[in-house]
C-alpha cells in the first residue's frame, strides 16, 4: 500500500476504534424541541412538506405558489413567495411582544457592554435603511461591508435586507487586497467600514486599510464610516461619510422591500483550488427557512436561552447563526469583538457566567486552543448556565470532543458537531440534541429532509466504509450560483455526478451509519476553520519581488487543524535567509490576512510537477510531514528535486 493512503488508513481505524457513545438525557429530551424519531422518515418521504412546514411560520408577504422547482442543477424554493428578511428577523418580534426581549447582548474586547433589543434593532436598522436610501442605494445593488465585530455591522446587513440591497461581507482580517477584489468582482457600489476595531489589545485600522483597497475600485461611489475608537483616518469628502451623522439625519421608519423568494439576499465569498474566490450567492426565502429551521432545532432553542455563537460574522457561520436564524427565532444572543485570550485566556467563560449563556457554538481549533491553555481557566467560572454545546468548521479530534463534553459541558450538555458550507448555507449533517446518540468526532445523521449521503467515485451510495460525501436532492439554504460565473457553478458542485451536489470533502459511515467527516478532498487548506485556497496564498508569495514559484499545502497542525507550508523557489540572485522567510510571511499577511501566513517556509531550487505541469502536491505534502525528507534544506540542491521526483513517479505512476 502506497504510504499515503496507508497513513490514511491508520486515520480512519483510529477513528473507528472511538466507540464512546452518548445518549441524550432523559432530561434534556423530555424538554427538547425534537422528540419523535419519526421525523426523519416523515420529511424523508415528502421533503417538501417538511420545509414548507417551516417556511409557514416566517412572514410571508404573498404566499408561495409551489415548494420547489428543480431543474437541476438550479433550483428555486418557495417560488412566487414575497418577503423580507429584515422583517423577519425584527418587526416580527416587534409586533409579537417581545419588544424589549435582548437581541443582543455585546461586549466589546476593552470591555464596554451594550444591549440591544429587537426595538432599538428595529430603530437602527430602520434609519439606516433610509441612510443607505439617501446614499443612492436601491434594490439589488451591492454593498461591501467590512467591519470589526460591532452591533453595527448587524444592523449593516440587515438595513441592507431590508430596501432589497445585496451584502458583501468581507471578514475583518482579510488584507486591502483581497477587499479590492471582492469589491470589484461584486461591482458593488458603497462600502460600510469603521474606523477600526480591537483585537487582541490591539487597534485594527481598518478604514485605513481599506483607503488603500479605495484607490483601485471605481465601482465604489460612498463609503460610510462607523465610529468605533479613537482611530486616526482620512476622510474623503464627498465620498466619506460618518455612520452617526447619517443616522442623525435619517427618518425612523424605512419601508421594507418585498423580496422575491428567489432575490438574492447575500454573496459571500469563499476559497476554491483554482481561481479567484468564489462569490456564493444565497437568496431569500429558502435561506431563512433553512437556517430558522437548523437554529431552532440543533441548537434547540428556546426563547429563554442565551445563546452565543463564537464565529466571525465574516464567515458563512456568523452569517446564519449570528444573523438570519437566530434573529429570525427571536434569539437573545451574545456578540463578542475581540480575542479569546484578551486580556486572558478565560475571556470567553468570563463572559458565559456573566451572560447566563446556555447554548455555546464555537470550532475546533478553539477548543484545541483551550485544551492547550489548560482546564484552570473555564474551572474558576460558574458554566451551570451551559446546557448545550456545538461546533463547526473542521473535524473534531475525540480527544477535544472529550475534553470539551468535560470541562465546558461539566459532563451534562450534549454536543452537536454540525457539518456544513459556505455553499449549504445551513448546517446539514448533525445531531438533533434530543433525539441522537452521540459519538466524540462523527457529525453523526443528516438533519431531517437533508438527503447527505457517502458515496464512491461512481457516485453510488457506500453502505458503510469511506467515500465522498455528497447531497442528492436539493435543499432549502443551497447556494443558487457562483456571482457573475454560471459555468463555474455547475462545473464544481454538480459536473462529478448527475443532479447530485459534490461536497468536496471525504467522508465515512460507520456501522452504525454515522458519518465521520474526514476533510476536503482537493487542495483548499483549512486553517483554523477558515477555508483559504492555496493558490491565492501561491499567489500572494509570488506577488512578492525575490519569488519565482511557490507551492501550498496544509499539514497537520495540533492547535490549528492544518497549517501552510510552503515550498518557495527564489529569482535569481536572491538568497533564502530567516530575513527573506520573514518578509515573505509578512507579505502574505499584507495580501491576504493573518491567518494565511505559512508556518514554514522551505526555499527549493525547483518544484516537483508531473509532465502536464501540475505541481505534484502530494510528494510535497509528504515532505512538509517530514515523511520524505529529514532535512528539508537539501531542496536546495535541484539534483534532490530531480530525484525525488522520479522516485515519486515510480511508486505512485504519476
Ligand atoms: O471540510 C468541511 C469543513 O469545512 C468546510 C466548509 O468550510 P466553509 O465553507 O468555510 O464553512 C465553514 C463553516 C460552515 C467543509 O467542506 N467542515 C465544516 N464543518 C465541519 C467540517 N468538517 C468536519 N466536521 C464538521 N463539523
Redesign the pocket.
Known amino acids: 500500500m502506497a504510504k499515503k493512503e496507508q497513513k490514511q488508513a491508520t486515520a480512519l481505524s483510529a477513528l473507528l476504534q472511538e466507540n464512546r457513545k452518548f445518549k441524550p438525557s432523559v432530561d434534556f429530551t423530555k424538554q427538547a424541541n425534537v422528540r419523535d424519531s419519526a421525523i426523519f422518515e416523515t420529511a424523508a418521504k415528502d421533503p417538501e412538506s417538511f420545509w414548507a412546514g417551516f417556511a409557514e411560520k416566517l412572514q410571508w408577504d404573498r404566499k408561495w405558489d409551489k415548494v420547489l422547482d428543480w431543474q437541476h442543477p438550479h433550483a428555486k424554493w418557495f417560488v412566487g413567495g414575497k418577503l423580507n428578511a429584515c422583517v423577519n428577523c425584527v418587526d416580527r418580534h416587534v409586533q409579537n411582544g417581545m419588544r424589549n426581549k435582548a437581541a443582543i447582548i455585546w461586549e466589546g474586547e476593552p470591555g464596554e457592554q451594550r444591549t440591544l433589543t429587537y426595538w432599538d434593532l428595529y430603530r437602527e436598522v430602520n434609519k439606516f435603511g433610509n441612510a443607505l436610501r439617501s446614499l443612492g442605494i436601491t434594490k439589488g445593488d451591492r454593498v461591501a461591508i467590512y467591519m470589526p465585530m460591532i452591533p453595527e455591522l448587524v444592523i449593516a446587513m440587515l438595513a441592507c435586507a431590508r430596501i432589497g440591497a445585496i451584502h458583501s461581507v468581507v471578514f475583518g482580517g482579510f488584507s486591502a487586497e483581497a477587499l479590492k477584489d471582492r469589491i470589484n468582482d461584486a461591482q458593488a457600489k458603497l462600502l460600510i467600514t469603521a474606523d477600526g476595531g480591537f483585537r487582541r489589545g490591539q487597534l485594527i485600522p481598518l478604514k485605513h486599510d481599506a483607503d488603500y483597497a479605495l484607490r483601485e475600485t471605481p465601482c465604489i461611489e460612498n463609503v460610510v464610516i462607523v465610529k468605533r475608537g479613537d482611530f486616526p483616518l482620512r476622510i474623503k469628502e464627498g465620498r466619506d461619510h460618518w455612520w452617526h451623522r447619517l443616522m442623525q439625519e435619517a427618518k425612523s421608519y424605512c419601508e421594507p422591500e418585498s423580496m422575491d423568494a428567489e432575490d438574492i439576499l447575500y454573496i459571500l465569498y469563499?476559497s476554491g483550488t483554482t481561481g479567484k474566490p468564489k462569490g456564493i450567492v444565497h437568496t431569500t426565502g429558502g435561506y431563512l427557512t433553512g437556517t430558522y429551521a437548523t437554529t431552532n432545532w440543533v441548537f434547540d432553542l428556546k426563547p429563554s436561552d442565551v445563546f452565543w455563537c463564537t464565529a466571525d460574522i465574516g464567515?458563512?457561520?456568523g452569517h446564519s447563526y449570528i444573523v438570519y436564524g437566530p434573529l429570525a427565532n427571536g434569539a437573545t444572543q451574545v456578540m463578542y469583538e475581540g480575542a479569546p485570550d484578551w486580556p486572558d485566556r478565560d475571556r470567553f467563560w468570563q463572559l458565559v457566567e456573566k451572560y447566563g449563556v446556555t447554548i455555546f457554538y464555537t470550532a475546533p481549533t478553539a477548543i484545541r486552543a483551550f485544551m492547550k491553555w489548560g482546564h484552570e481557566w473555564p474551572s474558576k467560572y460558574d458554566l451551570a448556565s451551559l446546557r448545550l454545546l456545538g461546533?463547526?468548521?473542521?473535524?473534531?479530534n475525540p480527544e477535544a470532543w472529550m475534553w470539551y463534553h468535560e470541562h465546558i459541558g461539566l459532563g451534562s450538555c450534549p454536543i452537536v458537531?454540525?457539518?456544513?458550507?459556505?455553499?449549504t448555507g445551513m448546517i446539514m449533517v448533525t445531531p438533533l440534541p434530543g433525539l441522537t446518540e452521540t459519538t466524540p468526532g462523527s457529525?453523526t445523521k443528516p438533519f431531517p429532509g437533508v438527503n447527505a449521503d457517502v458515496v464512491d467515485e461512481q457516485g453510488n451510495s457506500v453502505p458503510v466504509g469511506g467515500g465522498y460525501l455528497a447531497i442528492k436532492s436539493p435543499w432549502p439554504a443551497m447556494l443558487r450560483g457562483i456571482y457573475g460565473d454560471a459555468e463555474r457553478y455547475v462545473q464544481q458542485y454538480w459536473s462529478k455526478w448527475d443532479g447530485v451536489y459534490f461536497?468536496?470533502?471525504g467522508a465515512k459511515r460507520d456501522e452504525n451509519g454515522n458519518i465521520w467527516?474526514l476533510?476536503?478532498v482537493d487542495d483548499v487548506l483549512?486553517i483554523a476553520?477558515?477555508?483559504i485556497g492555496t493558490m491565492e496564498v501561491e499567489s500572494a508569495l509570488v506577488d512578492h519581488e525575490c519569488v519565482a514559484e511557490s507551492a501550498v499545502v496544509g499539514v497537520d497542525d495540533e492547535l490549528k487543524g492544518q497549517a501552510i507550508t510552503a515550498f518557495v523557489t527564489l529569482k535569481e540572485g536572491h538568497d533564502a535567509d530567516k530575513k527573506l522567510e520573514d518578509r515573505l510571511r509578512e507579505h502574505v499577511a499584507a495580501k491576504i490576512g493573518a491567518v494565511a501566513k505559512p508556518k514554514e517556509i522551505i526555499f527549493s531550487a525547483n518544484l516537483p510537477k508531473t509532465r502536464s505541469g501540475k505541481i505534484m502536491r502530494r510528494l510535497l505534502r509528504d515532505i512538509a510531514a517530514g515523511d520524505v525528507l529529514g532535512d528539508t534544506t537539501t531542496l536546495a540542491d535541484p539534483d534532490v528535486v530531480t530525484k525525488l521526483k522520479k522516485h515519486y513517479e515510480e511508486q505512485y505512476g504519476v
Open positions: 469563499t464567515w458563512v457561520t461546533t463547526v468548521g473542521e473535524p473534531i458537531d454540525t457539518w456544513w458550507q459556505t455553499e457529525a461536497t468536496s470533502d467527516v476533510g476536503r483549512n476553520g477558515h477555508r
